[in-house]
């Protein structure tokens, strides 16, 4: 009479011992690793707090007010609003031709900072890397880093100053026999002048992160591909432009996140009455409708819109580059 072997199941605790176990519980740790890591390291935890508390007050908090672009608010009244109107006024901005021009505005100077502000970095840091002389290199930074630390009110001194009727532009412009321009009191001039403002300000200083990831590429790479015959640019396309990508995918990101914030200050302060058909955009619109006029409740409802618009954007480019490059922020 033949036996048959019959297969027994493994106790439960036997289930979880094998390698993907032993990941998993690395993966996900117990709250007793937790605490026990606290507690061995808790004067580098402390470090944190500040920066929590920090982020808690003036990032976190003021999102309640937000509760405001649905209740009528009056300045002395009920911080949070006197009483509930709902939609009234996201139906008042959706419906004004006003705020529809600001949109426009915005996008269109919010993309052309993101088309030229974002590659030029990336073509600088690899014209800064080809400089063999140091002393040379290290002067070429400075001179590029330098507009970063002026203030925002000097760069549009001098903007302004630069293309005044009796500025040096204009100068130029008489030598040649032409009259004078008013650059700054023409809609059709402020784009450009913004434009190549930023470009001034903060080209040089995008570099610097550029600058730090071609230092992480392994020479290897480049005597490899020297070997196989590759040019500068064959090395620039096939290894320096792979090596920075990953940083360059992350400040991608973040600035597509923040297209619709275009500066507010220097926005501010260049444009005037005149120049308002190009200039004037949600940020400075939202200063006039909340501070000057006083309606808060309109402009916290137009203010959560555009902060909606930038969620809406960060949260697509990042799952984009996660599934096309394999690079995303989370």
Known sequence: MSTTPTTMNPPPDTLETGPSARRRRKRFPSATSWSAAFRRHWQLYSLAILPLVFFAVFRYAPMIGNIIAFRKFEPGGSVLGEEWVGLRYVKLFLNDPTFWNVFTNTAILGGLTLLFCFPLPIVLALLLNEVRNRGLKRFLQSVSYLPHFLSIVVV????????????????????????????????????????????????????????????????????????????????IWHVTLPGIRPTAVTLLILNIGTFMAVGFEKVLLLYNPLTYPTADVISTYLYRMGVESSNFSYAAAIGLFEAIIGLTLILSANLISRRAVGTSLW
Do not use: C, H
């Open 156 to 235: 549009a001194g001098i903007v302004m100053q630069t293309l005044s009727i009796d500025g040096p532009i204009n100068q130029i412009v008489r030598a040649f026999g032409d009259d004078p321009v008013a650059f700054m009191q023409k809609p059709e001039w402020f784009r450009t002048i913004y434009i190549s403002s930023e470009i001034w300000q903060t080209v040089g200083w995008g570099t610097i992160l550029y600058l730090a990831a071609l230092t992480t590429i392994d020479e290897q790479l480049y005597e490899a591909a020297r070997i196989d015959g590759a040019g500068r640019w064959r090395q």
